[in-house]
């Protein structure tokens, strides 16, 4: 099965707002409100920031929200900190389908 | 603490095999789908296997049906990954995540390194 498309890379500035975009299909991104975002720092484990499109797990900063149109997904920082550059990896459900993740997307503070 | 303990990554010759374990402590497993999430260097996420919560379905990424087999013992909160004939392209961190429902990993191991050599 394809991976979710993602952009490769995304950068902003100290307190700027990015998004970063995550393209699927009308089977599963555009099927269900199944969406999840993943935080990766370099060398460490994956951290689940963001799931069911909009819903944050406990602990996660206000500055991550999640959001959906159609067959796209999208994850903004708002307020962005030297701490958030990381890559970010999206998930989708998809009916009788193994996961898959997103094709992830580095981000960069400058 | 809640967490997920990967172990038994090492370096392995092609064509070998090696035995991944994952302990859960703190973190009930038993009534969830596990998985075993691979990325290879500098590379992205890569889904590789999962197993259903009382272990009677289990699926596989097609890079490596028929070569890996996923297993659990809920007795003892763990999760196992024994990696038969591996290839160069196997060369890997391996992490243990939880799916906490609709696909969704809600917690996840640190990962241990497997790396095959030709």
């Known amino acids: 099965q394809s991976a979710l498309t993602q952009p490769a890379s995304v950068s902003g500035s100290p307190g700027q707002s990015i998004t970063i975009s995550c393209t699927g299909t009308s089977s599963d991104i555009g099927a269900y409100n199944r969406v999840s975002w993943y935080q990766q720092h370099p060398g460490k484990a994956p951290k689940l920031i963001i799931y069911d499109v909009v819903n944050r797990p406990s602990g996660v900063s206000y500055r991550f929200s999640g959001s959906k149109s159609g067959t796209t997904a999208s994850l903004t920082i708002s307020g962005l900190q030297a701490e958030d550059e990381a890559d970010y990896y999206c998930n989708s459900y998809r009916r009788n389908s193994s996961p898959v993740f997103g094709t992830g997307t580095k981000v960069t503070v400058l | 603490e809640v967490q997920l303990v990967e172990s038994g990554g090492d370096l392995v010759q092609s064509g070998g095999s090696l035995r991944l374990s994952c302990a859960a402590s703190g973190l009930a497993i038993s009534d969830y789908w596990m998985n075993w999430v691979r990325q290879a260097p500098g590379k992205g996420l890569e889904w590789v296997a999962s197993?259903?919560?009382?272990?009677?379905?289990?699926d596989y990424a097609d890079s490596v049906r028929g070569r890996f087999t996923i297993s659990r013992d809920n007795t003892k909160k763990s999760v196992t990954l024994q990696m038969n004939s591996l290839r160069v392209e196997d060369t890997a961190m391996y992490y243990c995540a939880r799916d906490g429902g609709w696909h969704c990993f809600d917690h996840w191991g640190q990962g241990t390194p497997v790396t095959v050599s030709s």
């Open positions: 197993i259903k919560e009382d272990g009677t379905e289990r």
